[in-house]
């Protein structure tokens, strides 16, 4: 990949702050003044129900809705959020804070452009960071991890209808940590209320897996709107509402489905029954630049991942 000119970035990388007397120099808005660990007034913390691989590195992840509005639900699969709103996400290794990313909506109306993102650098202290310049920054505090660029950011959250892909029915229609789907209805925080049923995912235990894995690490650009899918024709999008696994975009355009890549060997997308004749597989498999899948943002195969994949393919 190519980085470009990474001068900032690497002084972004490689600057210290002393916080002094003034605590913690935390990324703006999260925390409360002078602390790293309380959350600021209106941030909740939500996790979705299937989560980005991105190499290992653990991730927090909280919103902010200003008080008094509410989401625009009424495309359930398109969430339009109100102005103000921020989305964090802290990306940790062996306990140390990395990077933090910042989605704040700026204007009004829909779709990405009216989001700002920015990305902190923690210092090795872990009480204080600096802002990176929009540059793609690699091997941050000496780890794996790299922060994108801009430009990268754009290129995963810009399909979506307003520019945000963890915080959506289906990824908040669960019972674990954090805010979830029932909270939002009940806090009256969605416009239509959208009803948890409906947004789980169809299938028994294994395919709503494999389903919510693929929609979670290959949604925002397989997607109708989005490069891969509009490109290749796979789409792995689950939207609300479905009965039946067959009836999910996933189904339609992948299983049985000859794919437009067969340099790894395999001709199906989806061979079902059998996962190592099976394009998904062979490129989520791989780390080689021409053929992984991902294409960025991920150095390291999911072994996790992988398997829920295989295990859905194998079952049928």
């Known amino acids: 990949m190519d980085a470009g000119d990474t001068s900032s970035a690497d002084a972004a990388r490689d600057a210290t702050i002393d916080s002094g007397e003034i605590g913690c120099l935390g990324p703006p808005g999260l925390y409360r003044s002078g602390s790293c660990t309380e959350l600021a007034d209106g941030v909740r913390a939500f996790q979705p129900a299937y989560a980005l691989w991105t190499d290992g590195a653990i991730k927090e992840r909280f919103i902010y809705i200003p008080p008094g509005t509410q989401i625009d639900a009424s495309d359930p699969n398109g969430w339009v959020f109100p102005v103000g709103t921020r989305l964090y996400k802290t990306f940790s290794l062996d306990g140390v804070r990395l990077e933090t990313r910042l989605l704040e909506k700026t ?69 674990g940590p954090g805010i979830t789907l029932d909270d939002l209805n009940r806090e009256e925080r969605l416009i239509p209320q959208l009803a948890s049923m409906d947004a789980r995912l169809p299938g028994d235990e294994a395919t709503q897996a494999a389903l919510g894995y693929l929609h979670a690490n290959c949604a925002h650009c397989h ?65 080689e630049p021409a053929v992984q899948m991902p294409p960025m943002g991920t150095e390291i195969v999911d072994p996790v991942g992988l398997e829920l994949v295989r295990r859905w393919i194998n079952g049928m």
């Open 107 to 175: 204007r009004a109306g829909v779709g990405f452009y009216n989001w700002e993102t920015r990305a902190f650098l923690w210092n090795g202290t872990q009480d204080a960071v600096v802002e990176n310049d929009g540059e793609f920054v690699e091997n941050v505090l000496g780890t794996q991890h790299d922060v994108p660029s801009r430009d990268m950011c754009r290129q995963c959250h810009s399909a979506n209808s307003d520019g945000v892909n963890g915080f959506s029915a289906v990824q908040l229609a669960h019972d």
């Open 223 to 287: 997607q109708a709107d989005g490069p891969a899918g509009s490109l290749t024709g796979l789409l792995v999008r689950v939207d609300v509402g479905l009965e039946r696994p067959e009836e999910t975009q996933t189904y339609r355009s992948a299983v049985d489905v000859p794919g437009n890549w067969v340099a790894v060997g395999a001709r199906l997308r989806v061979a079902s029954g059998d996962s190592e004749a099976s394009t998904i597989v062979r490129r989520m498999s791989s780390r």
